[in-house]
């Protein structure tokens, strides 16, 4: 049974160990933190485990989708103390963490979509079909049942982003041709799980609109000098050579990027300074969020990297797509949105970033 520890060496800030761990099941689940985790693990479950779903291809979108039935059947909404993503408190009930506390984790998803021993499907005629290789894997913020990227603080956000560069590495090392760690927060944004966390997909083939980015930014696209342009007026806060903006082209109301002012391929491309600074604004936004719309904000929000190849001239940026327009308004994807890729955009950038300033 794998149960190792290690130093890693990333130019995230301070030291970061990491425990790599295989559970009962065979699923292998990584514990970061500042010291060498310890503990001894408790009774676990060997639950099987689906190798992934299929993918098949769309001809009028130019798109892979991901089909996989046996994602119906995983965990809805459930009770505090039923929470999968809790530590395991002996005598307790089972977790999909098998240690009584942790700084930081991430293991493969139970119910994923991608794996790297998913099955050639079977033939379907007239559609061009491939095997959904790839990884998903869960990423717990805390142990605590409650929080979010602001209330977990400036050192957690630093070891959760030293955790996704090690991630990146890993899963580029793996074969994967993309990798898109994200969060998704809130009910209205479909999130079933309230404990703190995000997940992390590694794909075998890279998605749509992560072609487009990588070919605009091949073809030329200078997203520093946007950034120059439309800073400050559209400048939230800049920390250490990182910024947060709302997109002069943004689709959502409320939107807001976080990137650094000189193009860096992925986070394990910046410096440590710049790191700091990502940390400090990931922290900023969501607080900023919550007070102005005065609950906690639901949104989708992913990091933007270079792909494993073919990522000439990529600027990477963390994007927060919030799904309300007000208080008490969300913002949905509906007929036009979803038909024709147009989005109407309610509130325009100028006014958004005037009123998340003054939070």
Wanted: hydrophobic share 40%; with cysteine.
């Amino acid at each position: 049974m794998t149960d190792s520890t290690a130093l890693l060496d990333t130019p995230a800030p301070g030291a970061v160990h990491r425990r790599s761990f295989c559970k009962a099941d065979g699923r292998m689940l990584y514990l970061y933190g500042r010291e060498p985790h310890q503990l001894a693990p408790q009774t676990q479950d060997q639950d099987d485990i689906a190798t992934g779903g299929e993918l098949r291809f769309h001809p009028l979108r130019g798109e892979w989708n991901i089909y996989a039935a046996h994602r119906q059947n995983r965990t809805f909404k459930p009770a505090a103390a039923d929470d999968p993503l809790a530590p395991t408190i002996p005598g307790g009930a089972h977790t999909e963490i098998p240690f009584s506390d942790f700084e930081l984790a991430i293991f493969e998803n139970k119910f994923s979509g991608l794996h790297a021993l998913a099955p050639a499907p079977p033939s379907l005629d007239g559609i061009d079909l491939a095997a959904a290789t790839g990884a998903c894997e869960v990423i717990v913020y805390t142990p605590e049942a409650k929080g979010s990227l602001h209330t977990i603080g400036q050192d957690r956000r630093e070891l959760l982003i030293a955790a996704w560069i090690d991630r990146y590495k890993a899963l580029f090392e793996k074969g994967c041709e993309y990798v898109l760690p994200f969060e998704n927060r809130g009910d209205e944004v479909g999130a079933t799980l309230h404990h703190p966390h995000g997940q992390i997909y590694g794909f075998g083939k890279v998605p749509l609109v992560q072609q487009m980015a990588a070919k605009a930014f091949q073809d030329g696209y200078n997203l520093a000098a946007e950034i120059d342009t439309a800073m400050p007026e559209y400048g939230l806060h800049e920390v250490d050579g990182m910024v947060a903006f709302c997109p002069r082209f943004a689709r959502f109301p409320y939107e807001v990027w976080i990137a650094p002012r000189t193009r860096r391929a992925g986070p394990w491309d910046c410096t440590t300074n710049e790191l700091t600074g990502m940390a400090e604004l990931m922290g900023d936004v969501t607080r900023r969020y919550d007070a102005f719309f005065g609950r906690p904000t639901p949104y989708m929000f992913a990091l933007h990297s270079a792909p494993r190849n073919g990522g000439d001239n990529y600027h990477f940026t963390a994007q927060f797509y919030p799904l309300l327009r007000g208080p008490d308004r969300v913002k949905y994807l509906a007929s036009v949105e979803q038909h024709s890729g147009v989005f109407t955009v309610d509130v325009m950038p100028e006014t958004a970033i005037e009123a998340l300033r003054a939070v």
